[in-house]
């Protein structure tokens, strides 16, 4: 027996009732979207190696663990985009997108790859919408994209929102308190896990994402860099709170907030659902304020965020049917079938959802098929060129001129979001 194959472990098929409800999502978000000026861009699934390593970091999990990255044949090293911060702001600077008038304002939809271990809403391939304020280094920037996320996950009605907000204050202005935060690890050394010793010296905020419990207690009492920030970095977060405060956003502060990209600076935070377990959050960003003059463009302030669509299909745990059909031809002898399929066009470029037999079936299986993709109607062409309606619901059936067939059936209105 020929051996069965499957997907790739952490890696998974969209079928049509999943795609179903990622439309929805899309939809939502495209809609969204419009009606606050972001335009959508789309970069590519692979980039050169060397973007993720100057810009999400080397010293991150991401670059030093997770990517998938290859040589190619043309003897260049290629990463399957790993996030989509990175990618967004080459193009920015690739096609000189700080001669529009800023901020930038722009959002991206697509796949995504990190090598990890799989689990319920997390694959090795995964999903993600995205969107970025490039170009304004105001509070009301980081207000607005904050909105959004929250917007987005109410209008899908995300149950359990919670959204917890911190400070990173800015590169300069965090130094000493790296250096203290620094000296206490140290203090604590033989308490912490591998990974964390081994960035003491390059990235000790990391510390605050550890998982293992020993490390965890050690972290409950270091001191937090939100108790430290001051001058124009305290201000910032200040008029964030109010803006946030203003448009009736609730949030939660977290002083152990940090994420897993070295970008970061100023704002941060994370969207998180109930019901999720330990891995509770659907999305989050922040402020990255130098990442676009470190890629080489020029000093350019910009904010955004990414959601992960398989957790936010998690979280909503919802049964999504498929699209209904407003009529199902169906045809009582095989002489119709060429009468059959010219009508059908002829409906669905009217925008009639129409659909018919490609199976050979019988009457009473041309019946069924129709109740199994849900038709609300049912078209049957006799051989003596007439035609009856059924309706499937209320079973009714009258005869109807197919020459009029348009005016008898008219396109369902799309379902609200």
Not at 188 to 211: G, I, T, Y
Not at 330 to 357: F, T
Request: proline share 6%.
């Amino acid at each position: 027996m020929t051996e069965r194959l499957k997907a790739p472990r952490g890696t998974f098929d969209i079928t049509p009732g999943d795609a179903a409800a990622r439309a929805r999502i899309f939809d939502t978000a495209s809609a969204l979207f419009e009606r606050a000026g972001y335009g959508r861009i789309e970069t590519p699934v692979f980039e050169d190696t060397a973007l993720f390593k100057r810009g999400v970091g080397e010293g991150t999990d991401i670059v030093e663990k997770e990517m998938f990255t290859f040589i190619d044949r043309g003897d260049r090293s290629i990463t399957l985009r790993p996030e989509a911060t990175a990618s967004i702001a080459r193009a920015f600077i690739e096609h000189g997108m700080h001669k529009l008038p800023l901020p930038v304002k722009l959002w991206c939809w697509g796949p995504f790859f990190r090598y990890e271990a799989p689990q319920a809403g997390r694959h090795r391939q995964f999903h993600q919408v995205d969107a970025e304020a490039i170009g304004s280094d105001s509070p009301l920037a980081d207000a607005e994209i904050i909105m959004l996320l929250d917007d987005l996950l109410r209008e899908l009605a995300v149950p359990g929102i919670k959204l917890s907000l911190s400070s990173l204050g800015s590169p300069e202005g965090r130094g000493p308190y790296r250096e203290e935060l620094r000296a206490y690890l140290k203090r604590h050394e033989s308490e912490l896990n591998e990974d964390v010793r081994s960035r003491l010296d390059a990235n000790p905020l990391r510390a605050f994402d550890a998982k293992d419990e020993a490390t965890r207690a050690v972290m409950a009492d270091a001191p937090k860099l939100l108790d430290s920030i001051d001058g124009e970095d305290a201000k910032h977060f200040s008029e964030l709170r109010s803006l946030l405060d203003a448009s009736g956003v609730e949030y939660e502060l977290d002083p152990t907030l940090v994420r897993g990209l070295d970008y970061y600076s100023r704002t941060v935070f994370a969207f998180t659902a109930e019901g999720l377990g330990a891995q509770s959050e659907v999305g989050g960003g922040g402020r990255y304020d130098g990442l676009i003059a470190q890629l080489g463009g020029p000093q350019t302030p910009a904010v955004g965020w990414a959601a992960g669509i398989e957790r936010i299909l998690l979280a909503l745990d919802q049964e999504v049917e498929l699209p209904s059909r407003d009529v199902f031809v169906a045809v009582a002898d095989p002489s119709q079938h060429a009468r059959a399929v010219a009508l059908v066009s002829e409906l669905r470029h009217a925008g009639i959802s129409a659909e018919l037999d490609l199976a050979g079936r019988s009457m009473k299986g041309q019946f069924k098929q129709a109740d199994r993709i849900g038709a609300a109607n049912v078209l049957v062409l006799e051989a003596d060129d007439s035609a009856q309606l059924r309706d499937l619901q209320s079973g009714e059936q009258r005869p109807v001129d197919p020459g009029r067939i348009r005016n008898e059936l008219t396109p369902k209105p799309p379902p609200p979001a």
